[in-house]
């Protein structure tokens, strides 16, 4: 059997910071590489291909020195500097780590005036890493799609290309306050789960939906009906439409999946849908404020009657 080589004894070569891949781990990376004086050349997830020549430091989580790290951008950064780190996290970029390590540091030593140097290769860095994590969220929340299974739980699946559900789900529990639903995220496989009293995210790995409601069909009919008529046809133009509604995001969209000719249906003798609030609330990146975005294991309360959803 050939000798194995563990690269996290390597005698020489710099070091690198390894997290589990939570918020928290790499926050710890973060301030243990203030208490030890030491300037890692990379923070990386578990993911990461390890390289020979340089010298690998597992971080225990520790959410203590995730939250002294945290009082520590709010007091020195500004909360909008805490808001693009959390954000920036949620991009799917294998380098997020690096990028938040060295915006964090940087910003420690300029304070508030960080905001004003927006041509700094770091704070440009940042930029680009959370400003597509808030773009996609807000179009995912645009294009979404939920129906109405049996049970009474609403159902929305999307494929995004960062984890965005974090943001999307407190838009949709201040407006869907009274009824359960879940965000399906089918490309990462984990799920936001609202059973109308607290949501939170877990794995989506061997989800399975009960059928549609009885009357589901004749709204998706209703709404394509609904969308065909309204189109002015003599102003029909498919280029700037997949200009404002990319076809990647069609997959999932009822009046795009649905055919042309489906057969009309009689209107619902049911059309009351849960009310929707006209208030926008933005998710919190605070970490005080994301209680209840945790792993649960707890039973998921949903109306009786009906098949109900197993996660």
Not at 204 to 219: K, N
Not at 224 to 243: C, M, S
Not at 286 to 309: C, F, H, K, N
């Amino acid at each position: 059997m050939a000798e194995t080589f563990h690269v996290t004894n390597a005698p020489f070569g710099e070091v690198v910071y390894q997290y589990d891949d939570s918020f928290e781990g790499l926050l710890t990376a973060v301030f243990d590489s203030y208490r030890g004086k030491q300037t890692p050349i990379g923070i990386v997830g578990q993911q990461h291909q390890k390289r020979l020549d340089a010298q690998y430091v597992n971080i225990e989580t520790d959410n203590a020195k995730a939250e002294r790290v945290i009082n520590g951008i709010n007091r020195v950064m500004g909360g909008n500097a805490y808001e693009k780190v959390w954000t920036g996290f949620l991009s799917c970029n294998p380098d997020k780590g690096n990028i938040i390590y060295k915006y964090i540091r940087f910003g420690m030593k300029k304070g508030y005036r960080i905001h004003q140097l927006l041509t700094h290769r770091w704070v440009m860095d940042m930029d680009k890493l959370a400003k597509p994590v808030g773009r996609e969220s807000s179009l995912m929340i645009e294009f979404i799609r939920f129906s109405c299974m049996e049970g009474g739980v609403y159902y929305g699946k999307i494929e995004p290309e960062n984890h965005v559900i974090s943001l999307m789900m407190p838009f949709f529990v201040d407006r869907f306050n009274s009824q359960p639903f879940i965000i399906h995220d089918s490309r990462h496989q984990i799920a936001g789960v609202y059973d109308t009293r607290e949501w939170f995210i877990r794995s989506a790995e061997g989800l399975t939906m009960p059928d549609y409601s009885e009357d589901e069909m004749q709204y998706r009919a209703l709404w394509k009906r609904f969308y065909n008529t309204i189109a002015i046809k003599e102003r029909i133009n498919p280029g700037l439409r997949r200009q404002h509604m990319p076809k990647k995001y069609w997959r999932h969209i009822t009046e795009m999946t649905m055919t042309d000719n489906a057969p009309p249906t009689a209107l619902p003798s049911d059309i009351s849908r849960a009310q929707i609030g006209d208030r926008f609330v933005r998710a919190s990146p605070y970490l005080q404020d994301r209680s209840s975005v945790q792993i649960s294991e707890e039973a998921l309360y949903l109306p009786t009657g009906g098949q109900t959803p197993t996660i």
